[in-house]
């Protein structure tokens, strides 16, 4: 299902280098599994919860979505992961009343996975504030040096004045997370909003106007117009212009294209040995392309996820070249910065260590770096970065340790720039690599 890629240019089968893929695809899959105790609501699905939830997850590996998000796994949590093969799976937050109903089960790895609760509910109608719902965080790693930061979300429902308000207050709730954490990377948000774009009061265009993200939907079954008249999808959906309060939404990156290539409600995929529906609501599914962007690329990440995310790539200016590496270490990697030959300067951490620096010849370029991680007060973060230019000079800084990789800039590639997360020391790293 994954297809990769690679492009190897003639001098690579010289000089060995690590051939990643620059272009491929994956598709994602979005379901409310009704997985609520029956007692508190059936849903109006027939049969068993216990065994549709079995089945559900049945479906999940015989169709292996590459990433899928589900909202209301409570109850029967257990069922769906018995079922399902998929390697890479967020440990549940608990049933009804104690978690967020809000997993992922995926094919790729990922990093800096983070639960956040709504800060508003309303019980107007439905038990909405019965259980902390909110929405999720995680940054998937697709391919080595592509990386996409996956939400996941469950919305206030219901349609009283109340529960719109809330439903909005949810979603800026979570425009606003995307503008501080999501900062130049390329987004998917899918899962269950509540919202359609006929009730005004939700303001889901939030999406769209304030964090540039595309409705899949809209983009691929609309013609790229927002629906302004109410339409109601059966269950299952034979048909895929109707709009339901499921949403797929996303935006590329000057590091990543990402493509949204077809749209479908996946309903006649699960069904129960009768016929009969297993959820409530139509899974919706969407496949996407992607390939790197020849003009700035990334690395990998090193070290913790903790501290302020970072991102130097909206500001760097074009042709970039280093001209001055400077960091700062003692007993761990207290920052480091980086000055272009434009005069453009990004510095990230503290104030503390020892400063040293390296100023770059006219025909000199920086080309890896290594880093090594370690645990201070618990928690991972950078302890020690190694600079190497193409002329084999280096500059080191911190205390190096046994737990260290080293990121190389692809042929052709030099290091412009960093990404990651930061306090008073380096926390993360990830460095941005642009053209010789
Ligand atoms: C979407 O992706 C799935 C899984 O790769 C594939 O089976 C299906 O053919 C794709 N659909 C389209 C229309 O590209």
Redesign the pocket.
């Known amino acids: 299902?994954?297809?990769l890629l690679f492009s190897l240019g003639a001098a690579s089968l010289a000089t060995r280098v690590s051939a990643a893929a620059t272009s491929g695809?994956?598709?994602i899959l979005s379901f409310n599994v009704a997985g609520l105790p029956a007692i508190l609501n059936d849903n109006a699905v027939p049969g068993d919860k216990a065994t549709n939830a079995g089945i559900i997850g049945d479906l999940f590996t015989e169709?292996?979505?590459?990433v899928i998000n589900v909202q209301e796994d409570f109850a029967f949590h257990a069922y769906i992961y018995a079922t399902d093969d998929h390697p890479y799976r967020t440990a549940t937050s608990g049933t009804a009343a104690i978690g967020s109903g809000l997993n992922t089960i995926s094919n790729f790895d990922w990093i800096d996975f983070t639960r956040v609760k709504w800060d508003d509910c309303s019980d107007a109608s439905g038990a909405d504030c019965l259980t902390p719902k909110g929405f999720t965080f995680m940054r998937v790693i697709v391919s080595e040096g592509v990386c996409v930061d996956f939400y996941n979300v469950h919305a206030d429902a219901g349609i009283e004045d109340a529960d719109e308000i809330a439903r909005a207050s949810n979603l800026q709730q979570l425009a606003d997370y995307i503008d501080t954490w999501s900062i130049g990377n390329s987004v998917i948000v899918f899962g269950d909003t509540n919202s359609r774009y006929t009730r005004p009061l939700d303001k889901i265009t939030v999406f769209q106007t304030q964090n540039s993200l595309t409705d899949a939907f809209v983009e691929l079954e609309r013609g790229g117009v927002n629906p302004t008249v109410e339409t109601i999808c059966d269950n299952p959906s034979l048909i895929n212009t109707c709009e339901t309060v499921d949403k797929v939404l996303y935006r590329g990156s000057k590091q990543l294209t990402l493509t949204g290539?077809?749209f479908?409600y996946e309903s006649s995929k699960f069904l129960q040995s009768d016929g009969s529906i297993l959820s409530d609501h139509n899974p919706i599914?969407v496949?996407f392309t992607w390939a790197v962007s020849n003009s700035l690329r990334q690395s990998g990440f090193w070290g913790g996820p903790h501290g302020a995310w970072f991102n130097d790539i909206q500001s760097i200016p074009s042709s970039p070249k280093t001209s001055v590496i400077k960091f700062s270490g003692g007993s761990r990697l207290d920052s480091v910065a980086v000055t272009l030959t434009s005069g453009a300067t990004f510095t990230h951490g503290g104030t503390g260590g020892t400063a040293t620096s390296l100023t770059l010849g006219s025909a000199e370029y920086w080309t890896s770096a290594k880093l090594c991680q370690a645990q201070y007060n618990s928690q991972t973060r950078n302890f020690y970065i190694l600079a190497t230019t193409s002329t084999g000079r280096t500059l080191a800084s911190g205390t190096a340790t046994s737990d260290c990789t080293t990121f190389t800039a692809p042929t052709g590639y030099q290091i412009v720039g960093y990404m990651g997360q930061d306090g008073d020391e380096i926390d993360q790293l990830a460095f941005i690599y642009a053209p010789l």
Do not use: A, P, Q
């Open positions: 299902m994954v297809s695809d994956f598709n169709y292996v979505y590459d290539t077809h479908s599914s496949n």
